[in-house]
């Protein structure tokens, strides 16, 4: 694996995935039943008080069979204090474009709020969440938490044409290095 080039730019947002990266496991959790890990809540308001703008980004494709609805995903989101939550709820044999690893939610995002893409971090626990990052022209941050540790184990050959920019042990590991990377922009 090569190094990554971290570009010292300001970060405009960060896009966080939920199952398995802020809470409940890498098995879909629907809203009420998942639990924040310990220090999110806080990591994320740390987030939204330095002036990121956060979104949430998921495949949930129980929606389609009924098990819940897109909006309840949605203000599940908003209530941990993200407000703005993109939502694929297709199953993967739909082959649809807004499914991940594609990156359509992290483009529609950019389109509907101004963002700029090469301006924007994806944190998330699996192969998938990494290549929407990597397409969109994204930083992007590998949690150890959910399906974190299997991503990197099991999908380590796709590792070889692509990696993480930072590997985090959770998602307040990640927070951080996003802070000390906006105090201190890493060298390129």
């Given at each position: ?33 998942m ?19 956060l ?63 090469e ?37 380590r050959?796709r ?30």
């Amino acid at each position: 694996m090569t190094t990554p080039n971290i570009r010292n730019v300001p970060t405009q947002a960060v896009f966080i995935d939920r199952d398995g990266t802020i809470g409940g496991s890498d098995k879909i959790e629907y809203p009420g039943e998942m639990q924040l890990f310990d220090g999110v809540a806080e990591s994320i308001s740390t987030l939204s008080q330095h002036g990121f703008k956060l979104f949430g980004f998921t495949n949930q494709p129980g929606i389609t069979a009924g098990h819940s609805t897109v909006e309840a995903f949605q203000q599940e989101m908003k209530h941990f204090g993200i407000e703005h939550t993109y939502v694929c709820p297709h199953p993967a044999h739909e082959q649809c474009k807004c499914r991940k690893p594609r990156p359509d939610m992290l483009i529609q995002a950019a389109e509907d709020h101004q963002l700029k893409l090469e301006q924007c971090i994806v944190i998330g626990d699996r192969w998938s969440d990494m290549v929407a990052a990597r397409v969109a022209g994204c930083l992007c941050i590998l949690v150890m938490t959910g399906a974190g540790m299997r991503a990197l184990e099991e999908d380590r050959f796709r590792w070889d044409t692509m990696e993480a920019d930072y590997v985090a042990t959770d998602f307040n590991d990640a927070v951080k290095w996003i802070m000390q990377r906006r105090v201190q922009p890493m060298q390129e």
